[in-house]
């Protein structure tokens, strides 16, 4: 027996589970789920010429946080084309395992899918293969160069632009090596409202510095990019995307930044948007504004990643829109541009149906941009374990037919990087989705609760059990509160936190109002989008669309999205639609107390810095899903005239008085209002 392994014998009677406690360390949440020590006596060995940065953390990694019973890793770079630059294989040899990569991306990779394994207790397999689903799995941050973050609810941005490139904040390389932990390769730093001079030299400079942080890390840096920016930083008169000097100037702009950052990923545009400059200023397509920033980027390798998130001013209902503008350019875009389209057509909605232009541009290449940070799911306040609303997509969309996945981030410099510490799930989720789409819910959470809450010994299956019941059906719990039966959109203008069906904005465009999109009235509730209304279910291929198309086999969950649905409409369960829709209002408050509850039987068995401040923001949760109960079953009562159905508990709170309640237009931070908290 080798000295090594003596000392891990020594180590692990030690360190056994019945003398450790079994919550995972978490004091302010900083370590997120890596926060594991190993014994640090386990061998690796390479079979390469020079160990590089990449390798030298895959080894530090593994040797400091290795909690499996082998003695030794044996690293190989010679495993076959086929695994691509992510890929691994794995061999458990009995007292050994051998990590096969064709590239040292696949070793860091590799060695963080055994991390996980080893901290789950969970068996290596004598073979394992693991190969991304998706080449770019992205983190979008839609962070400002001021500090602030848009729909960012986690403190400011990490990125500390003032300080960089002399100064840098050790959470840059913490940032990348969770990334890299979960599979995430890709991250575009700047808020898709673009500010032109993240391209300027100055931020540039500031840019690289980042991206040589990242880079052992296999985390390449893309930016947004304001469309106009040739304008706004040089003067030029104009940003038509067919004018040689405007082409020539985003040329000069792909050497400079290709100068500075040799693997520059590419940009992502927001363009004709909201406001923001795009090629249609000039009476140019989609096509042609991205084009011309793909040649730009080609002679090095660099893609564009083009959003489809458009509605005009237009008399078009809005779920229609960004299927009207993109699907007749399919086909003309180059082959180094892909059309990031966000998951739903209206804009990240507790609950969506797919967009129809999934699917829909066969010669287009397409990827999805989900949404980890919370802006229509509570915020930092609630908890919405979102892996089951990525899962609903991939059930209509084949992970197949896309090319790559984008998350919105959730991320800031909270000292818990994303402000609900349970919200750092979504984070991982997100990440190991990207890699792996056909992974279920229940794995993924179950993966990070053993890293993250409880580890995994004699003693805390239950509670792990209990806490995975309450995070699994959090999300379903948020859209029951929210917006249930398919309404969406009917949030407080600008915030997008608390309810507000009644809301009124002189002034307004039409669909950013809650009654464009609930339409109650006497009778019924709902947007009809079938043939009869907007049509938008012919934008969904057959047998999808007739499906949608009739109020009898539309999916309950998306009835309302689809069909203006009389009251006393017979649903599934017998009930009137509006007696279902008082009892998913209902349910979703008491799941909300359930939550509680099932927290507050975790309390010894989680750290209890954690303990006190989720139970803190359940409790808020709990208050604001009254709050949304309210408002709108008495708001849609005026409507349907129908009393509150026997077993559905009466309001706490009346109409008047949530009519009172002004969150503020932006920046919205504390929903404590004093109404809500002396009514419970
Ligand atoms: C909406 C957000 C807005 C974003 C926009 C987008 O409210 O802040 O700028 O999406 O995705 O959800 O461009």
């Given at each position: 027996?080798?000295?090594?392994?003596?000392?891990?014998?020594?180590?692990?009677?030690?360190?056994?589970?019945?003398?450790?406690?079994?919550?995972?360390?978490?004091?302010?949440?900083?370590?997120?789920?890596?926060?594991?020590?190993?014994?640090?006596?386990?061998?690796?060995?390479?079979?390469v010429r020079k160990l590089t940065?990449?390798?030298?953390?895959?080894?530090?990694?593994?040797?400091?946080?290795?909690?499996?019973?082998?003695?030794?890793?044996?690293?190989?770079?010679?495993?076959?084309?086929?695994?691509?630059?992510?890929?691994?294989?794995?061999?458990?040899?009995?007292?050994?395992?051998?990590?096969?990569?064709?590239?040292?991306?696949g070793v860091l990779y590799g060695?963080?899918?055994?991390?996980?394994?080893?901290?789950?207790?969970?068996?290596?397999?004598?073979?394992?293969?693991?190969?991304?689903?998706?080449?770019?799995?992205?983190?979008?941050?839609?962070?400002?160069?001021?500090?602030?973050?848009?729909?960012?609810?986690?403190?400011?941005?990490?990125?500390?632009?003032?300080?960089?490139?002399?100064?840098?904040?050790?959470?840059?390389?913490?940032?990348?090596?969770?990334?890299?932990?979960?599979?995430?390769?890709?991250?575009?730093?700047?808020?898709?409202?673009?500010?032109?001079?993240?391209?300027?030299?100055?931020?540039?400079?500031?840019?690289?510095?980042?991206?040589?942080?990242?880079?052992?890390?296999?985390?390449?840096?893309?930016?947004?990019?304001?469309?106009?920016?040739?304008?706004?930083?040089?003067?030029?008169?104009?940003?038509?995307?067919?004018?040689?000097?405007?082409?020539?100037?985003?040329?000069?702009?792909?050497?400079?930044?290709?100068?500075?950052?040799?693997?520059?990923?590419?940009?992502?545009?927001?363009?004709?948007?909201?406001?923001?400059?795009?090629?249609?200023?000039?009476?140019?397509?989609?096509?042609?504004?991205?084009?011309?920033?793909?040649?730009?980027?080609?002679?090095?390798?660099?893609?564009?990643?083009?959003?489809?998130?458009?509605?005009?001013?237009?008399?078009?209902?809005?779920?229609?829109?960004?299927?009207?503008?993109?699907?007749?350019?399919?086909?003309?875009?180059?082959?180094?541009?892909?059309?990031?389209?966000?998951?739903?057509?209206?804009?990240?909605?507790?609950?969506?149906?797919?967009?129809?232009?999934?699917?829909?541009?066969?010669?287009?290449?397409?990827?999805?941009?989900?949404?980890?940070?919370?802006?229509?799911?509570?915020?930092?306040?609630?908890?919405?374990?979102?892996?089951?609303?990525?899962?609903?997509?991939?059930?209509?969309?084949?992970?197949?037919?896309?090319?790559?996945?984008?998350?919105?981030?959730?991320?800031?410099?909270?000292?818990?990087?994303?402000?609900?510490?349970?919200?750092?799930?979504?984070?991982?989720?997100?990440?190991?989705?990207?890699?792996?789409?056909?992974?279920?819910?229940?794995?993924?959470?179950?993966?990070?609760?053993?890293?993250?809450?409880?580890?995994?010994?004699?003693?805390?299956?239950?509670?792990?059990?209990?806490?995975?019941?309450?995070?699994?059906?959090?999300?379903?719990?948020?859209?029951?509160?929210?917006?249930?039966?398919?309404?969406?959109?009917?949030?407080?203008?600008?915030?997008?936190?608390?309810?507000?069906?009644?809301?009124?904005?002189?002034?307004?465009?039409?669909?950013?109002?809650?009654?464009?999109?609930?339409?109650?009235?006497?009778?019924?509730?709902?947007?009809?989008?079938s043939p009869s209304g907007s049509?938008?279910?012919?934008?969904?291929?057959?047998?999808?669309?007739?499906?949608?198309?009739?109020?009898?086999?539309?999916?309950?969950?998306?009835?309302?999205?689809?069909?203006?649905?009389?009251?006393?409409?017979?649903?599934?369960?017998?009930?009137?639609?509006?007696?279902?829709?008082?009892?998913?209002?209902?349910?979703?408050?008491?799941?909300?107390?359930?939550?509680?509850?099932?927290?507050?039987?975790?309390?010894?068995?989680?750290?209890?810095?954690?303990?006190?401040?989720?139970?803190?923001?359940?409790?808020?949760?709990?208050?604001?899903?009254?709050?949304?109960?309210?408002?709108?079953?008495?708001?849609?009562?005026?409507?349907?005239?129908?009393?509150?159905?026997?077993?559905?508990?009466?309001?706490?709170?009346?109409?008047?008085?949530?009519?009172?309640?002004?969150?503020?237009?932006?920046?919205?931070?504390?929903?404590?209002?004093?109404?809500?908290?002396?009514?419970?």
């Amino acid at each position: 027996m080798t000295d090594a392994m003596l000392r891990r014998i020594i180590f692990a009677i030690l360190f056994a589970c019945i003398v450790s406690p079994a919550a995972v360390a978490y004091s302010s949440g900083e370590g997120l789920w890596l926060d594991h020590g190993g014994e640090g006596v386990v061998e690796v060995k390479f079979d390469v010429r020079k160990l590089t940065p990449t390798l030298t953390e895959a080894r530090n990694a593994f040797r400091s946080r290795w909690t499996g019973d082998h003695w030794r890793l044996n690293v190989s770079l010679k495993g076959p084309k086929s695994l691509g630059r992510d890929g691994f294989e794995i061999r458990n040899r009995g007292e050994e395992i051998d990590l096969v990569a064709h590239h040292e991306l696949g070793v860091l990779y590799g060695v963080y899918h055994l991390l996980r394994l080893g901290v789950s207790g969970q068996t290596i397999p004598d073979y394992l293969r693991e190969v991304p689903a998706y080449d770019l799995r992205m983190l979008n941050h839609w962070d400002n160069l001021d500090g602030t973050v848009e729909r960012g609810y986690a403190g400011s941005s990490l990125w500390k632009w003032e300080d960089l490139p002399d100064s840098v904040s050790p959470r840059y390389e913490a940032y990348a090596r969770a990334n890299a932990s979960v599979g995430i390769n890709g991250t575009v730093l700047n808020n898709v409202n673009a500010s032109p001079r993240i391209l300027s030299a100055d931020y540039l400079g500031k840019v690289k510095k980042l991206a040589d942080i990242f880079r052992p890390f296999g985390l390449k840096v893309y930016l947004s990019v304001n469309f106009a920016s040739p304008m706004a930083l040089d003067s030029l008169s104009t940003a038509d995307p067919l004018d040689p000097a405007v082409q020539k100037w985003w040329q000069r702009k792909a050497r400079e930044i290709y100068g500075l950052i040799p693997d520059f990923g590419g940009f992502l545009v927001k363009a004709n948007s909201e406001g923001q400059p795009g090629p249609m200023d000039y009476g140019r397509s989609h096509a042609e504004g991205a084009n011309m920033l793909a040649k730009a980027l080609r002679p090095y390798g660099g893609i564009v990643m083009w959003r489809s998130f458009v509605y005009s001013p237009i008399d078009a209902d809005r779920a229609k829109q960004a299927y009207m503008e993109f699907q007749p350019l399919d086909g003309k875009f180059d082959s180094n541009v892909i059309i990031q389209i966000k998951n739903g057509p209206i804009d990240f909605q507790p609950r969506e149906p797919y967009s129809p232009l999934f699917g829909a541009m066969p010669h287009t290449q397409q990827m999805v941009e989900f949404q980890v940070t919370q802006e229509y799911l509570g915020h930092a306040n609630h908890l919405a374990y979102l892996a089951p609303m990525w899962k609903e997509f991939f059930d209509y969309v084949p992970s197949t037919s896309i090319k790559a996945a984008a998350g919105v981030a959730n991320i800031g410099d909270d000292p818990n990087w994303t402000g609900h510490p349970l919200a750092q799930a979504n984070w991982y989720a997100f990440g190991r989705l990207a890699w792996n789409p056909q992974l279920t819910s229940d794995e993924i959470l179950s993966e990070w609760i053993d890293q993250s809450l409880v580890s995994p010994c004699e003693g805390t299956a239950e509670v792990k059990n209990t806490l995975m019941g309450m995070m699994l059906k959090s999300r379903e719990t948020v859209v029951d509160y929210m917006m249930p039966l398919g309404l969406h959109h009917i949030f407080a203008f600008g915030h997008h936190y608390g309810p507000e069906p009644w809301c009124d904005v002189p002034g307004a465009r039409p669909d950013w109002l809650p009654k464009y999109y609930h339409r109650a009235d006497s009778e019924g509730l709902g947007f009809d989008r079938s043939p009869s209304g907007s049509d938008a279910v012919s934008q969904y291929p057959e047998p999808l669309r007739s499906q949608l198309a009739d109020i009898d086999t539309c999916p309950e969950e998306f009835l309302l999205w689809f069909h203006h649905v009389p009251w006393d409409h017979k649903m599934k369960s017998g009930r009137t639609m509006w007696d279902e829709l008082c009892h998913a209002y209902e349910r979703g408050v008491s799941q909300a107390v359930r939550q509680q509850r099932a927290w507050e039987s975790a309390r010894l068995d989680v750290d209890s810095v954690l303990f006190a401040d989720v139970e803190r923001r359940l409790m808020t949760q709990v208050r604001d899903a009254q709050w949304w109960k309210d408002a709108c079953l008495l708001y849609f009562q005026q409507y349907s005239l129908k009393p509150f159905p026997a077993d559905v508990t009466l309001p706490v709170h009346t109409l008047e008085e949530l009519r009172e309640v002004n969150l503020g237009i932006t920046n919205f931070e504390s929903p404590s209002a004093s109404l809500l908290n002396t009514k419970r």
